[in-house]
C-alpha cells in the first residue's frame, strides 16, 4: 500500500475546488514544522497535475513561518521564468513572504525581479513592491530598493497607487521624503476616483 504523501492532501487531490483547504495544510505543515512536506512541495513544483496547489501551500507556509520555504529562494526565482501566469505571480508572492528573511540574494536577483514584475500581472508587481519595502528595512539594501520602487510607483496602474504609497510610510525617511511626496503628487491626476485620490492625500499629509 503506498504512503500517505502532503500531495494527497493538497485541495486538487480531495476534488476540493476552493482553496481554503490548502491554507488549512499550510497551517499544519507550519504547526509541526514539517520540513518534509515541505521539501516535497517544492519538488512538485514543475509537477503540473499539482503545481498550482503546490506554490499556494508553499507562500502560504511563508506567510505563516517565512523560514519554512526561506531556503528555497532559488526555486522561487526560477519559477519567475514560468510561462504560467498562476506561477509566476505565485512564486513572486513566496519572494516577498521571505524578503526580509534572504534579503541578499533577493537583492542579487532584484534585475530578474523588476523585469518579471514590469511583463507581469498586477498581482506580480505587488509582491513585487512587497520585495522592495522589505529591501528597504535593510541598511545596505534601502537606496537601490527604494530608487527602484519609485521607478515602479512612477509607472504602475493607477489604481495600485494608493497601496503602494500606504505600504511604502513605514520605510519613508528625511532622505527619501521628497522624492516619494514629489511622486504621489505627479501621479495624483491620474488617479479618477475621489477615494484613492483621498487616500493618498492622506499618506502625503502624514508626511508635511
Known sequence: ??????????????????????????????????KKAVAELIAN???????????????EIGD???????????????????????????????LDMIAAENAALIYE????????ADKGSVITKDHCVGIL?????????????????????????????PMYAEQALPVITKDNKEVFIRTLQARLPDIEKEPKKRRIEKVIKKLK
Not at 503506498?2 to 507550519?30: C, G, Y
Not at 519554512?68 to 510561462?83: G, R, V
Not at 536577483?109 to 518579471?116: E, H, P, Q, V
Open 133 to 161: 519595502i522589505k529591501l528597504c528595512t535593510h541598511k545596505r539594501y534601502a537606496a537601490d530598493a527604494f530608487a527602484l520602487f519609485i521607478t515602479l510607483l512612477q509607472q504602475c496602474p493607477p489604481n495600485q497607487v
Open 109 to 116: 536577483s532584484l534585475g530578474k525581479i523588476m523585469a518579471i
Open 45 to 59: 513544483l514543475n509537477n503540473k497535475a499539482v503545481q498550482s496547489d503546490c506554490i499556494k501551500v508553499l507562500y
Open 64 to 94: 505563516i513561518n517565512p523560514a519554512l520555504i526561506t531556503n528555497y529562494a532559488p526555486e522561487f526565482l526560477s519559477l519567475l521564468d514560468s510561462k504560467n501566469n498562476r506561477m509566476q505571480w505565485g512564486a513572486m508572492t513566496a
Open 1 to 34: 500500500m503506498a504512503q500517505n504523501t502532503v500531495l494527497d492532501k493538497l485541495a486538487s487531490a480531495q476534488n476540493i475546488r476552493n482553496t481554503e483547504s490548502n491554507k488549512e495544510l499550510a497551517k499544519q505543515i507550519t504547526g509541526t514544522g514539517d
